[in-house]
């Protein structure tokens, strides 16, 4: 698998990718060989945009493996629009799982797209930011981008 770090605003990221999709965005290191395909310098380049405000959505091919419930939520999260939030309660029952707070947010946890897939955009029902894999620091910084940018 072909891997790449680049560093952000927000921190450093690695992509993990072949020629044809992108497989994961990760905050923390990734093992691979290193070599840049068209589909990972796409990915750097879209998730560079959407950091500097001028990409609001993702076109960059990508695959995800994950339960049959890990995927329901996150084709979910992409309806959520940019620059908005969702409670944890919203988004189960927007898969008609009123029960699944503790079950979203593990997939969210285990989202292997993070910033492509917007897991960020979910926030308890109290309005706190709740945890983010890559940091609450940088959930936030990912929302306020966001807003800042829908204005």
Known sequence: MNVIS????????????????LYRVSFTPLRGDGEETKIL??????????LR???KVFSVPYKMNGTPFQ????????????????SYKELA???NNPGAFRA???????NPLPIIIPCHRVISNTGDIGGYNGGVDIKKKLLDIEILNSL
């Open 41 to 50: 310098r796409q990915a750097r380049q879209e998730i560079l945009e959407y």
């Open 93 to 95: 029952e927007s898969i």
């Open 6 to 21: 680049f560093n952000t605003g927000i921190g450093k990221l690695w992509l993990e990718g072949d020629n044809d999709f």
């Open 53 to 55: 405000g001028s990409r």
């Open 71 to 86: 995927q329901k939520v996150w084709q979910t999260l992409l309806q959520i629009p940019y620059g908005k939030t969702w």
């Open 104 to 110: 979203i947010g593990m997939a969210n946890h285990c």
